[in-house]
């Protein structure tokens, strides 16, 4: 006879948890807006975004900046530093006569930058590298009347670098630091030239060897002998679908405050249905949602990338360990709109304060600023963020290619997340209708 009543009793459980389930979907699906907004706006966001970072993935090479140049060395040097901004294929050059004619066109924004050659650069330069080659040749006594050589002043020329005030630091540090190594290169063959000549070798038959002794080489993770370069697409695709699941917290907790402003929750209490098997029908619905969300991404970086000349989106052999990472997350988004829907008294407390959440969630996590560029405390306030756990797991899976044991302690997170938030929900609903 026990036995049968447990056998009842969990039917009765399963069917009330369906029935709740049910609830939920014809909710949803009667509010096609918001089914748009949940499924189109995150692929919408998706794309922009990742048509607008795409360049800073590209190497340089694929970029040409157009850039003003006023000459007024008309000297060797500032051929040399006209032929090697071209050469790079990273620079339109554009010279102008008016070093004032190509401020107020930088400064207007027309153009990103500006570089001013001083006069007399060529000769000043040369003037400064025979002065240093003749004193230490006079330190072996190698140079002629060596006792007569005597120190001239040369003053110090500046190549003036004008930038659009709008320029990102970051590409003028990429920039000043280019020339800076363009130029220190020209004034090592300078010197190189200057020996040789002192030396009275024909320049025809170079005994100095002006090529870059070290390089730089940079090793990047294989797979099947080939090696795999992270681009826009494999960067923004876990960032923003992590974003589009977080986002669910608004609806899901609207929907929520709604249900008890509506009364359905008092009828609810006249039927012997607890609060859990109504936030479980909530989650597995929503879960679904995120699946959903989740599905249609990586669809648009599979098949809508390509066509619009953005890099395709590599899932071969990850699918399994992508949609482990899609669940738990979709459970940690779920568990804490849950927690803020049973709170929150209006829907104009849970929408505002759905939304700021979500977007501080992803700043913390690193969704929108890589967190290694943040300060050292908010390097470590973002390890609480469940963004960053899951944004993180993505990683791994889309970038390092590990194994499910390496995403283990990532989605464990999650999951204990995903409990505490439904724990707390639960407490905060029993002690707030307790008799």
Request: aromatic share 10%; glycine share 6%.
């Amino acid at each position: 006879m026990c036995f049968w009543q447990e056998r009842v009793m969990h039917f009765e459980i399963m069917h009330k948890l369906w029935a709740s389930t049910y609830k939920e979907l014809l909710l949803l699906l009667r509010d096609l807006g918001g089914i748009a907004i949940l499924f189109v706006m995150p692929m919408l966001l998706l794309i922009v975004i990742t048509l607008v970072q795409d360049s800073t993935f590209k190497t340089i090479s694929d970029i040409t900046i157009p850039v003003l140049l006023v000459d007024n060395d008309k000297g060797e040097v500032s051929k040399n530093i006209i032929d090697n901004l071209s050469e790079s294929n990273s620079f339109q050059i554009l010279q102008k006569d008016s070093e004032e004619e190509a401020k107020e066109a930088v400064f207007a924004g027309k153009y990103q930058l500006a570089i001013v050659i001083p006069e007399s650069l060529s000769t000043s330069l040369q003037k400064k590298v025979n002065q240093n080659v003749e004193g230490i040749l006079s330190k072996f006594g190698l140079e002629e009347d060596s006792l007569l050589v005597k120190k001239e002043t040369i003053p110090v020329k500046e190549v003036r670098l004008y930038f659009d005030p709008a320029t990102q630091v970051s590409f003028k540090s990429s920039v000043k630091n280019g020339i800076d190594k363009m130029i220190s290169k020209i004034e090592t063959q300078s010197i190189y030239k200057a020996f040789q000549s002192e030396l009275g070798e024909d320049e025809d038959e170079s005994i100095f060897d002006t090529e870059n002794f070290i390089a730089f080489k940079e090793i990047l993770p294989t797979k099947n002998n080939e090696e795999i370069v992270p681009n826009s697409a494999q960067h923004n695709v876990p960032a923003w679908t992590l974003f589009a699941i977080f986002f669910i917290i608004v609806p899901l907790s609207i929907n929520l405050v709604k249900e008890k402003n509506q009364g359905t929750f008092v009828r609810l209490r006249t039927q012997p249905v607890n609060y859990a098997t109504v936030l479980g029908g909530k989650t597995i619905v929503y879960l679904g949602v995120c699946l959903i969300q989740f599905t249609l991404m990586l669809l648009v970086g599979i098949y809508i990338f390509p066509a619009i000349g953005l890099p395709v989106v590599d899932v071969t052999g990850k699918l399994f360990l992508l949609y482990v990472v899609a669940i738990f997350s979709g459970l940690a988004a779920i568990g804490l709109g849950l927690l803020l829907g049973t709170i929150a008294k209006t829907q104009e407390q849970a929408a505002p304060f759905g939304a700021t959440t979500v977007v501080i969630l992803a700043a913390l996590g690193g969704v929108w600023v890589p967190v290694f560029v943040m300060p050292k405390f908010m390097q470590l306030i973002s390890k609480i963020s469940p963004m960053n756990w899951g944004l993180e797991a993505f990683y791994d899976v889309f970038l390092r290619n590990v194994s499910f044991v390496k995403i283990l302690p990532e989605i464990s997170l999650l999951l204990l997340f995903f409990l505490l938030t439904i724990l707390i929900a639960i407490i905060y609903n029993r002690s707030k209708n307790a008799v």
